[in-house]
């Protein structure tokens, strides 16, 4: 089983994946390309946090949605 640490950095590296064309992360792809630094990395961490919820409830025991 993973850990918190590396299942949150999982998380993080496929939110980033998904504002950034780059591994640095310093060139957004195109349809965030104009929007505020600051906006992409909130949108990034709320969307890092959602994926690391959803890697937790995919580990659990429960059904509950």
């Known amino acids: 089983m993973r850990t918190d ?21 310093t060139i957004p792809w195109e ?8 906006y992409i990395e909130r949108e990034c961490d709320s969307l890092a946090e ?7 409830w995919a580990q659990s025991d429960t059904l509950d949605p």
């Open 5 to 25: 640490e590396q299942m949150k950095a999982r998380a993080r590296g496929i939110a980033e994946m998904h504002f950034y064309c780059d591994e640095e992360c």
């Open 31 to 38: 349809p965030f390309e104009y929007d505020e630094p600051e």
């Open 50 to 56: 959602s994926i690391y919820n959803a890697m937790l």
